[in-house]
């Protein structure tokens, strides 16, 4: 006889629930060790700015510590230079220094503005010409110096990141949109009920902040995810059409949620929430499917609505039958024609995302 399962203690249990976030400190605390000890070794005078650009640069996965890392390589160089040169022809009085701060600061911003990867520079900049006079170091050799410890940093972060539990930006994708799905059924969820007359309005805002950022966030890793796969890393893509069906699922929601807002006449309440209602669960139900099949590495059935859609269109049917001429107003017809076209499109996009994550599934494979 087999024995029950044995429940897990809440050590275990919190383990599994933060293993991703478990292994990031890892890494981060790895790659601050292994820093601090080589920085230690080559003997740098201010090693821990290696320590800090490697905390700074370890990412969640290796496409977001690539990117990291050449901003902090690029952005420190630029600064430094730009730090040093102005180190060096300044006047060497109080507002010379001042005078060449500004210049060099204001011009580094600038060029930051215009490309986000040099925003470190202007602090690189400012620790060259402010910091340099405290030093032991001349100017230019302070500023290889500086440049040699974000290196060391900026190197072992990618390191360790590609060999301490290494993290795909296309996992992060898959669990991130998982996420994303699951509550995006929720609202689905939620709107039914507001049709079938319960009170969901607390419940509804907090959802739709944390599926905006869920969605920014995915957008984020497919990026990452692209990169891993420029560079090699990585062999299996995330298509970039996966945020945007996501979004657009959104967006069909939220115009669902603005045309079941407002109570219903009885008369046209009686004919179409109920139809309305279960149609919406049976999205909400296709979503979790989809969701399904993507933690389990499947290629996703694609989702059949078609006895849902009948349904309601049936009453939207009788309704127009049952219902006189101007007996409904404007606004009450904006809101009925506004749910049915939200409901046609949330099924079109449904369609889309799944034939997506079929591509997704697929690339994992090959």
Do not use: C
Not at 25 to 31: C, D, I
Not at 37 to 66: D, E, K, R
Not at 241 to 246: D, E, F, T
């Amino acid at each position: 006889m087999a024995e029950p399962d044995r429940p897990r203690s809440p050590f275990v249990a919190l383990f599994l629930k933060r293993r991703a976030e478990l292994r990031h400190a890892l890494r981060v605390g790895t790659a601050a060790a292994v820093s601090f000890f080589l920085a230690t070794a080559l003997n740098l005078p201010q090693g821990y700015w290696a320590v800090i650009t490697a905390i700074v640069v370890v990412q969640t996965s290796i496409g977001g510590t690539l990117a990291a890392s050449r901003d902090r390589l690029v952005g420190t160089g630029v600064g430094a230079l730009v730090g040093g040169i102005a180190a060096v022809a300044r006047p060497q009085t109080a507002w010379g220094e001042g005078l060449a701060l500004t210049l060099s600061v204001g011009l580094l911003s600038v060029a930051a503005s215009l490309r986000p990867s040099l925003k470190i520079a202007p602090v690189t900049a400012v620790i060259m010409l402010v910091g340099s006079a405290a030093t032991r170091e001349g100017t230019l050799e302070a500023a290889g110096l500086r440049v040699a410890e974000i290196a060391v940093g900026s190197v072992i972060g990618v390191l360790v990141t590609l060999f301490v539990l290494p993290p795909r930006a296309r996992d992060q994708v898959s669990a991130k949109a998982q996420a994303a799905m699951g509550d995006l059924a929720e609202l689905q969820t939620l709107h039914a009920m507001r049709l079938r007359g319960e009170q969901t309005e607390a419940a509804l805002t907090p959802l739709h902040a944390r599926i905006r950022a869920a969605l920014n966030a995915i957008e984020t890793s497919t990026g990452e995810a692209r990169r891993e796969t420029r560079v090699r890393l990585s062999s299996g893509r995330a298509p970039d059409a996966i945020p945007r069906s996501l979004w657009r699922l959104r967006s069909d929601i939220v115009m669902i949620g603005r045309a079941s807002s407002h109570g219903w006449p009885p008369e046209v309440a009686a004919r179409l929430a109920e139809p309305a209602a279960a149609l919406l669960d049976a999205q909400a139900e296709a979503l979790r499917d989809l969701a399904k099949a993507l933690a389990e590495q499947a290629e996703p059935a694609k989702p059949d609505l078609t006895a849902g859609f009948a349904a309601f269109r049936e009453a939207f049917g009788a309704l127009e039958k049952e219902v006189p001429p101007g007996a409904l107003s404007f606004e009450l017809l904006e809101q009925i024609f506004g749910l049915a076209y939200g409901l046609e499109a949330f099924n079109r996009n449904l369609s889309d995302l799944a034939e997506r994550l079929a591509e997704f599934a697929k690339g994992r494979r090959d």
